[in-house]
């Protein structure tokens, strides 16, 4: 896909800085982007991001406030100031999927405490990106919830448009309709899957990349055999854990903090990675 070769929404604010802020949870934390070597073993679609304004305009710095398993609330409440006080010029959003999947969730209720965290985001004058949630084919016990999903997706749709920001309308990517744009537990995004959202958002905002879409076989058919075996093992390694995790009320993200908390200066070669080794060799 040809892109604007300059970076037509990101622009550097006022007194000229750069600085990339992302919000939410295990989405855009990078969950299933796995990498030993970066702060909570994760990569992902907003590193990528960073990285490559980095390349496209050098002095561009990054802060990743997102955990996994928080909820909209845990996300106004422990990364909204925090983020207001980095002043952004660039926001990414996508908070809300984990309380689509919480039984009890009052939609409208929610999508209103959206609407003020998307209000206070927009109130900084940054470019700000919203994502609609995609419809994950996990099991046939979740699909009560496609009707909370849609009317999640058309208010961010309608935000988007109220409050000038740009929309990335992950709902409609038909390449995640592929398996293996999806990790083992099927619902986080596998490092191909994080890869093509981070060129797509790349596009959204003009900046200039040569990530590509995975040129796959089509995928193989599986036997009923190989169907339930699969179906067994996402049962015991997935679907057990986390309903035992609910009936202890904790989470992934409970002993975790941000990857990035404060901004850091993305190096136009060496990206992250590069970042992450100059700590680890301090730290020794």
Same mark, same amino acid.
Request: charged share 30%; hydrophobic share 40%.
């Given at each position: 896909?040809?892109?604007?070769?300059?970076?037509?929404?990101?622009?550097?604010?006022?007194?000229?800085?750069?600085?990339?802020?992302?919000?939410?949870?295990?989405?855009?934390?990078?969950?299933?982007?796995?990498?030993?070597?970066?702060?909570?073993?994760?990569?992902?679609? *907003?590193?990528?991001?960073?990285?490559?304004? *980095?390349?496209?305009?050098?002095?561009?710095?990054?802060?990743?406030?997102?955990?996994?398993?928080?909820?909209?609330?845990?996300?106004?409440?422990?990364?909204?100031?925090?983020?207001?006080?980095?002043?952004?010029?660039?926001?990414?959003?996508?908070?809300?999927?984990?309380?689509?999947?919480?039984?009890?969730?009052?939609?409208?209720?929610?999508?209103?405490?959206?609407?003020?965290?998307?209000?206070?985001?927009?109130?900084?004058?940054?470019?700000?990106?919203?994502?609609?949630?995609?419809?994950?084919?996990?099991?046939? /016990?979740?699909?009560?919830?496609?009707?909370?999903?849609?009317?999640?997706?058309?208010?961010?749709?309608?935000?988007?448009?109220?409050?000038?920001?740009?929309?990335?309308?992950?709902?409609?990517?038909?390449?995640?309709?592929?398996?293996?744009?999806?990790?083992?537990?099927?619902?986080?995004?596998?490092?191909?899957?994080?890869?093509?959202?981070?060129?797509?958002?790349?596009?959204?905002?003009?900046?200039?990349?040569?990530?590509?879409?995975?040129?796959?076989?089509?995928?193989?058919?599986?036997?009923?055999?190989?169907?339930?075996?699969?179906?067994?093992?996402?049962?015991?390694?997935?679907?057990?854990?986390?309903?035992?995790?609910?009936?202890?009320?904790?989470?992934?993200?409970?002993?975790?903090?941000?990857?990035?908390? /404060?901004?850091?200066?993305?190096?136009?070669?060496?990206?992250?990675?590069?970042?992450?080794?100059?700590?680890?060799?301090?730290?020794?």
């Amino acid at each position: 896909m040809a892109v604007d070769p300059s970076p037509e929404h990101a622009l550097p604010g006022k007194d000229g800085r750069r600085r990339f802020v992302a919000l939410g949870d295990s989405f855009t934390e990078g969950v299933g982007d796995w990498n030993r070597n970066l702060p909570n073993g994760v990569r992902g679609w *907003a590193d990528r991001v960073a990285e490559k304004l *980095a390349k496209a305009e050098p002095g561009w710095e990054y802060a990743n406030l997102a955990v996994r398993s928080k909820r909209l609330r845990h996300v106004i409440d422990e990364q909204l100031e925090p983020a207001l006080t980095l002043r952004p010029t660039l926001v990414t959003l996508y908070a809300g999927g984990n309380d689509i999947l919480d039984f009890g969730t009052d939609i409208d209720a929610l999508m209103e405490d959206y609407e003020f965290l998307v209000a206070r985001l927009a109130g900084t004058g940054a470019t700000l990106l919203l994502f609609t949630g995609f419809d994950v084919k996990v099991s046939a /016990v979740l699909e009560p919830l496609k009707k909370r999903n849609r009317v999640y997706n058309q208010r961010v749709r309608e935000l988007a448009d109220k409050y000038g920001a740009i929309l990335v309308d992950y709902w409609c990517f038909d390449a995640f309709h592929d398996r293996r744009m999806w990790s083992s537990d099927r619902l986080h995004m596998s490092k191909a899957g994080h890869k093509y959202l981070a060129a797509r958002v790349l596009d959204h905002l003009g900046v200039p990349h040569k990530i590509s879409p995975k040129d796959w076989d089509p995928p193989v058919k599986l036997t009923l055999k190989e169907w339930e075996r699969l179906q067994r093992r996402w049962v015991h390694d997935w679907v057990i854990p986390l309903l035992g995790r609910k009936l202890r009320g904790v989470t992934l993200g409970d002993q975790l903090g941000p990857r990035w908390p /404060v901004p850091v200066k993305v190096p136009a070669k060496g990206g992250l990675k590069r970042l992450a080794e100059q700590a680890d060799e301090t730290a020794q």
